[in-house]
């Protein structure tokens, strides 16, 4: 599991085996370390977060002030995304 970044405790993650085809752009949040069906956020083509799920249950004022980082970051996630999966596509 590639990680991205990390938010205080809260480690920002792809999976290695993403699905074929291959799922459009998105990240996995998960407290200290990556585990398996972890919140999940997709990021749009204009840089915004949208909450697939939030099956870490992390506290909804953490997830906003978390979401609000990716979205700070969306750059660098989506350029990350491209170099290890050689593709991209948006949810929206």
Do not use: D
């Not at 792809?14 to 370390?33: C, D, G, K, Q, R």
């Not at 585990?35 to 906003?64: H, M, V």
């Amino acid at each position: 599991m590639p990680q991205i970044f990390k938010i205080g405790s809260y480690v920002i993650y792809f999976w290695s085996n993403e699905n074929t085809p291959l799922e459009p752009v998105h990240i996995h949040v998960a407290e200290n370390t990556p585990q398996e069906n972890a919140t999940k956020i997709w990021i749009t083509q204009s840089g915004k977060c949208l909450l697939c799920n939030n099956n870490s249950r992390i506290p909804l004022k953490k997830l906003r002030c978390i979401m609000g980082i990716i979205e700070a970051r969306h750059s660098i996630i989506v350029s990350k995304w491209f170099s290890y999966f050689q593709e991209i596509t948006y949810y929206c």
